[in-house]
């Protein structure tokens, strides 16, 4: 999860940089579906913890809002030992363990993109693991409706 920080996007520059240049109020974070081949979920949470730690240096005063991993559909469930809802569920629980509730915060827009089983709903997905871009205003609106607003100090 390094590249997270160092990767140019796009050619706009890397995150590293971006944050070093201004000071956010809400950074929303998601990653973790295509390193769930990478190793033990122990080896995952060493990389996203020094990842937050990482971030919450970058950024001292935002609100971290760490958001679940998507859920894959059902034929993606089924069908692959790796990238399924239950390795999912695994790193979902380790990653919850970061919050405080405070100054991070654990969100899951799983309830908002899943089906009654817990499968992500097959037409939101082009590839059974990822939401299609007209899908992000799903997203999107589950993250309007969840985010914490922070208090004003007296």
Known sequence: MKKV???NYKGKGNLEK???ERQFGKIYVMVGI??????TTEYFMEDYTAMIDHLRELQPEALIFIEAIMNVDKEKNDSD???NNTNILGRNHAIATLADNKTIFYIDV???VCDEDGNLDPEL?????HLKGSAAEVWKEFL???????EEEE
């Open 81 to 83: 030992r790796i990238f």
């Open 110 to 112: 799983n309830e908002a």
């Open 34 to 39: 295509n390193e769930l081949g990478l190793g």
């Open 18 to 20: 971006r944050l070093s």
């Open 5 to 7: 920080f160092t990767s």
């Open 125 to 129: 997905t082009f590839d059974h693991l």
């Open 144 to 150: 309007m409706c969840h985010g914490v607003v922070k």
